[in-house]
């Protein structure tokens, strides 16, 4: 699975700190899942869709081998 | 408001841990050196166990107020724990079969140590998984 955070994060100027704080968990969890060492549950998803105002499918999209 | 729920269930562990550590400590010192009646020993040997009772509890209600990288963490840490504890009786145990089995490293005391210390290898290992 790869993600496009680290972009839409850039986009909003936001540091993974200010992203947990927008999505309630830590900035560890927000390093975890940027770098694609741990995916998210659906609700998590969608929160972090709604903070940057795009869909889910904009920041997470399945690879080849998914 | 999650925050301040998160960090007042983490102050909670910390303090009921600290509890546990105080009574336990003190009880087997006087359980083993004090010269005690036995019921006198099984009396006093409730109230470390209450407290970890209370310390597990509250650990257990901790772990739902973690976000879900830091519940995946713990849950591999005690899955690690757990299999090299199955690993470590199953060495206990064939070493008593075959008879060669020390009792001086392998008393319930010595063995409380290994489970704690098996629970904090898994919990780095989980951690330097994922968390950099």
Known sequence: MKNTIKVERAKKNWTQADLATHIGISRQAVNAIETGKFVPSTVLALRMATAFECTVEVLFQLEDNN | METTIKKKAEKRTIITALIWGVTYLPIIYLIKHGGLDKGVSVM??????????????????????????????????????????LLLMLVLCLLDVAGVLNDKYAGFAYLEMYLMAFYFIGLFIARRKYIV
């Open chain 2, 44 to 85: 006093l040997s409730v109230i470390p166990i209450i407290t970890f009772i209370i310390y597990i509890y509250s650990y257990i209600k901790q772990m739902g107020t973690l976000d879900e990288v830091k519940q995946r963490i713990q849950f591999e840490a005690v899955v690690i724990g757990f299999a090299l504890s």
